[in-house]
């Protein structure tokens, strides 16, 4: 058993809740900028700490007028968006407890999440949410207020409440402790019935505190400016909800983006201009993949090829140095590494607003290659691990030895222990109190002040952990060899072609894979090869489609023994989606769902 521990940050203890450094700013630095907020014209429009204090306050007054009391649990069904943390904030002030729920989840979903978690009311972003809502409110007797954003909830809240006064919000806020509370988080449910995770409001002091200590100065562009992020992660899902209570308690100005489509976000990053940004593996590597489309468009695939190489053994010599084992890049790379700096490193900062040298990245493993070229580039990107349960991160990597590939040490205050067999157990102020109404459930992973994750890792010699897979996710071929698939996925997903990658062959005789692949990146292949478009039907018999993706299987296999490599593999017509029932709403994959819905094609591999 192998456990390493970091020593926890002097800090001040914690005291009273979350809404607290609302009330505090609003008091000591009035004229703050504290958010951005889009006007109906999409203009950015500055919000003062005063300024949000008010409207905090006023909400809060028209949660208690209509019903909302002390540990009273409201959900929240929508997307990222302002009113999420003013509500979130507003419902902290009064000492209730706010249930996210993601946008997109099906009736039978929501209704288990607000039975389960005895909601009282809920606030939705629109209609479509309403529908959903009203669906299953006959099974929901608890349930006795609907409000929805976009039909002018705040603005009936505000009139509401406007004949309480002011210390009816401070009396409720006064009374919440560190214990109290804070939210109720369902898990992604990958194996089965989401659980709700009881996260209180010590627990997330204790993880955005030490977050902006540890990590203070990468929230900068340069020393002493404006520390800013644009939010576009889903406010439903925990690392979104860290960014927010760090961004308010560490006085960054926080903007909301409700669309991760490029599309939609690409112009609010260059109209924001975040200092840093958090973000999930999957936005890097679209930054990445349209860089390299627009290189190609333009002719210009060897120089941008040369330009990653030349970001890539930069970093690494620069990763070398961290550590004691080189004297970093060479005078001669340092001249390649300037050469393509306007040209190309420049280029890719503008695509994520032009002022972000930091970025943060976690929910699922980044490869180690994008990380590289990242940092080259000038986005250093610390990746780090957490759970729900962990309140979102419980390692990263550190600002000054970012070790490239592994998710970093445990932050501040963190114990991390390798169990007998490979399993990630986590220990710190963080750790959530246990699962909602499932005492079984909570016994199973909380063991002497340890939670067992459930990941399987390793520590290396400086206590950086990687990550090599998940305990229910092992694969035993029918010879009795153990697979585990994530390596063989991320390794086959690093194609430029390849969307979402599933490993099968659990009791088969060897390993196999489906594949689907990115429809954007694969019509821009096929018009630089000079092919017509193709019907999804005809991409799947594509022989040069097929090629391509086999190059990838084959890289990927390089990284296993050969029991383990991908024998053989399909390409899909359609990806994965969560309205198929077949991606959780963080984006991971239900195995056994995809296995089902395709057991055709599984079955197909094998004969």
């Not at 002091?205 to 404006?226: I, Q």
């Not at 040369?306 to 140095?321: F, H, M």
């Amino acid at each position: 058993m192998h456990e390493f521990t970091v020593p926890a940050l002097p800090a001040a203890p914690h005291v009273g809740g979350l809404a607290d450094a609302v009330f505090a700013h609003a008091l000591d630095d009035p004229d703050h900028v504290a958010l951005g907020r889009k006007d109906k014209d999409g203009r950015w429009r500055d919000v003062t700490s005063a300024g949000f204090r008010d409207e905090v306050l006023r909400l809060a007054k028209g949660l208690l007028a209509q019903g909302v009391r002390f540990g009273d649990r409201v959900a929240i069904m929508s997307r990222t968006r302002y009113e999420w943390t003013l509500f979130d904030f507003a419902l902290w002030s009064i000492g209730a407890q706010p249930v996210p729920v993601y946008p997109t989840s099906s009736a039978e979903q929501v209704h288990w999440m607000l039975h389960d978690a005895e909601v009282s009311a809920c606030l939705v972003e629109h209609e479509d949410h309403a529908m959903t809502v009203g669906s299953v409110i006959d099974r929901l007797p608890r349930l006795k207020r609907l409000w929805q954003l976009d039909a002018d909830a705040v603005e009936e809240l505000f009139a509401a409440g406007d004949g309480l006064h002011d210390e009816m919000v401070h009396r409720h806020r006064w009374a919440v402790t560190p214990d109290s509370v804070a939210t109720v988080i369902y898990t992604s449910g990958t194996t089965g019935r989401p659980k709700g995770c009881v996260l209180t409001h010590a627990n997330f002091m204790f993880e955005a505190d030490t977050v902006l200590s540890r990590w203070e100065p990468v929230f900068h562009t340069k020393s002493g400016d404006e520390a800013s992020t644009l939010l576009f992660l889903p406010l439903s899902h925990v690392f979104g909800r860290m960014i927010e209570i760090a961004a308010i308690r560490g006085r960054v100005k926080l903007g909301h983006q409700p669309a991760l489509q490029a599309s939609a976000l690409l112009p609010d990053l260059a109209a924001f201009r975040p200092s840093f940004i958090l973000a999930v593996p999957y936005i890097f590597e679209k930054v990445y993949g349209a860089a390299r489309r627009k290189a190609e468009t333009e002719g210009k695939t060897g120089p941008f090829d040369k330009a990653v190489e030349v970001a890539v053994r930069y970093a690494e010599a620069q990763e070398q140095r961290a550590f004691g084992f080189g004297p970093g890049p060479s005078a001669a790379l340092r001249v390649q590494h300037q050469f393509f700096e306007r040209a190309v490193y420049g280029k890719v900062r503008e695509a994520m607003g032009g002022r972000v040298r930091h970025a943060m990245s976690g929910g699922s493993a980044m490869d180690r290659r994008l990380g590289l070229f990242f940092a080259g580039a000038g986005v250093t990107i610390y990746e780090g691990y957490g759970l729900t349960e962990s309140s979102a991160a419980a390692t990263a990597n550190p600002p000054e030895r970012t070790r490239y590939g592994t998710v970093g040490r445990p932050i501040p205050g963190t114990s991390v222990r390798i169990a007998e067999d490979s399993e990630v157990w986590l220990r710190g102020g963080h750790v959530f109190a246990g699962y909602l109404n499932d005492p079984q459930a909570s016994g199973a992973v909380l063991r002497d002040g340890w939670f067992a994750t459930g990941d399987l890792g390793a520590l290396d010699e400086d206590g950086y952990l990687t990550i090599t897979g998940r305990k229910k996710e092992i694969l035993v071929t029918s010879g009795g060899k153990s697979v585990s698939p994530q390596t063989l996925e991320e390794r086959v997903r690093a194609h430029p072609l390849v969307a979402q990658c599933i490993v099968v062959g659990n009791d088969r005789p060897y390993v196999a894979a489906l594949v689907t692949v990115d429809r954007e990146a694969v019509d821009h292949w096929l018009s630089v090869q000079g092919k017509p478009l193709l019907k999804p039907a005809e991409l799947v018999r594509d022989r040069d489609l097929e090629t391509e993706i086999r190059r990838a299987v084959v890289a990927a296999n390089t990284s296993v023994s050969q029991a383990e490599s991908i024998r053989t593999f399909r390409i899909l017509a359609h990806p994965f989606t969560e309205e198929l029932g077949l991606l959780t709403p963080s984006l991971k994959l239900k195995r056994k769902a995809i296995e089902t819905a395709y057991a055709a094609e599984v079955e197909a591999l094998y004969r």
